[in-house]
């Protein structure tokens, strides 16, 4: 057994450890009303659902606190069982008090994520809701709260459900076929079922795209700063962050170290990393060092600023940099071409996507801000539409494609092989009922839900 017995009573703090104002305890279970009534004073006796009452906490004799008390009786709890929550004053000595308390009168200390999980068991959520909720919990920019609570009211879930509505009546179609051996059904309408079923095909395609921007609104862009020795990548880095963060010097070859800063745009995060210079000849070991770490970021980029000084003319490093950016860069990953130091140069004719900018006046910053973020804000545009933000849902949604995919083959010919077609159609089906958590192994569940903060 991997999950938790799911027919204890819990209980956990559901605010965060420490000394605050109030803090929430949480029991949820069979015996959760009972539990709670060992040591609330009055003992509430068939507590009305959703009331809150001011109680007396008590251990034995003992005055411990007073606390609100609201009881909600399953299913209409958020686990879907009976559930207490408490308020009390947030002293960890009181909260710890309580715990106890609850646990001699019949509750154990809730694992990570119990309550949610139990919420998804009990059928309140779905597995693709239950996640987002975690996600919600984290989420720390306008767009990274945007994408989870769009997934967690259901977004995600109404899309992945329609296309497998769609693939089941499919599937049907080719059953009745395949069952049929009086031949009392007429012929399948190859091209149409094969139209339907590329629709859907392009429909999970599209959600498992979304991916590359959902990836980067949840844990941030990941955008490296490349270019030749000396063509102003730290200054640029602080003129972004508005902040004196990097050693900045005429000399070349001051960066040695990879350094990471973060900053907001427009509610997307943005994770700004700073490389050493490449050159053809690095002079020591430490410059080497500093190369190698430079190429490993480009390998992790999902945007590239490739920076070339535009008061001078271009070099070997210069092109040396656009190569091994062009190399190493992810598939997908954007290249952004920056001819920096605009302030020293004359303005003449641009490459076409290449930024003209200037640390020193700012010039062209406001213009790269929105052009890092403008893929992410384009996710968006269409307003609350789904965006798939977890590696488990885009791999889930990238099978169900690829299973379709593979469907227009198997539709061919005087005798086409139905029930060939009907083998894609299931794993088309299957995967997509993984994302809801619909046939997810007990290691899945296991997975995501420990990744929870206890008392969610
Ligand atoms: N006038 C002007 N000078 C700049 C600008 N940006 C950088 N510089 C100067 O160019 C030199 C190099 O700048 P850095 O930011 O250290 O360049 P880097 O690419 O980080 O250099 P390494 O870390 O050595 O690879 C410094 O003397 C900066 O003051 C700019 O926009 N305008
Ligand atoms: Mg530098």
């Not at 990548?233 to 902040?243: E, M, T, V, Y």
């Amino acid at each position: 057994m991997i999950l938790p017995e799911t027919s204890d009573t819990i209980v956990a703090q559901a605010t965060p450890p420490g000394a605050g104002a109030l803090a929430v305890l949480r029991l949820s279970g069979r015996g959760a009303f009972a539990a709670a009534a060992g040591f609330l004073r009055p003992a509430p006796k068939d507590p009305p659902h959703g009331v809150a009452r001011l109680l007396a906490v008590r251990d034995g004799e003992r005055l411990v606190d007073r606390a609100v008390a609201v009881f909600f009786r399953g299913p209409a709890s958020y686990t879907g069982e009976d559930t207490v929550e408490l308020t009390c004053h947030g002293s960890p000595y009181i909260v710890r008090t309580i715990l106890n308390l609850a646990v001699s009168n019949g509750a154990r200390p809730a694992a990570p994520g119990e309550f949610t999980l139990r919420a998804f068991l009990n059928g309140k959520l779905d597995l693709a809701q239950a996640e987002a909720v975690g996600q919600l919990i984290e989420s720390g920019t306008e767009a990274a709260h945007r994408a989870a609570l769009t997934q967690a009211e259901g977004g995600l879930s109404r899309e992945v459900r329609a296309i497998k509505e769609e693939l089941v009546g499919l599937l049907a179609q080719l059953e009745a076929r395949l069952d049929d051996s009086y031949e009392e059904q007429p012929a399948l309408e190859l091209r149409a079922f094969a139209r339907a079923a590329e629709a859907a095909r392009s429909k999970a395609a599209a959600l498992a795209a979304g991916y590359a921007a959902g990836r980067g609104i949840r844990d941030g862009l990941k955008v490296v700063i490349s270019g030749a020795p000396n063509s102003g990548k730290s200054s640029l880095l602080n003129a972004l962050l508005g902040c004196d963060r990097a050693m900045v010097s005429k000399q070349a070859g001051t960066t040695r170290d990879t350094l990471e800063a973060s900053l907001e745009i427009d509610g997307f995060k943005v994770l700004f990393t700073d490389t050493a210079g490449l050159s053809a000849r690095a002079g020591s070991a430490l410059e080497r060092e500093g190369m190698r770490r430079a190429r490993r970021a480009l390998e992790k980029a999902d945007t590239v600023l490739l920076v070339k000084d535009s008061s001078s003319k271009e070099t070997p490093a210069d092109r040396g940099a656009a190569r091994e950016a062009g190399r190493l860069a992810p598939e997908g990953a954007r290249v952004l071409r920056l001819l920096s130091k605009a302030d020293l140069s004359a303005k003449g004719p641009l490459p076409a996507g290449a930024f003209r900018v200037s640390a020193r006046t700012g010039e062209g910053l406001a213009r790269l801000r929105t052009a890092l973020v403008a893929e992410q804000k384009k996710v968006f545009r269409d307003g609350a539409q789904a965006v798939v933000t977890s590696a488990r849902h885009y791999s889930a949604l990238s099978r169900a494609a690829a299973e379709l995919a593979l469907l227009p083959g198997k539709l061919r010919g005087k005798t086409p092989p139905l029930e060939l077609a009907a083998e894609h159609l299931r794993g088309a089906l299957a995967a997509l009922a993984e994302v809801l958590g619909e046939t997810a192994p007990e290691e899945v569940l296991a997975g995501v839900f420990s990744n929870f903060c206890v008392g969610k």
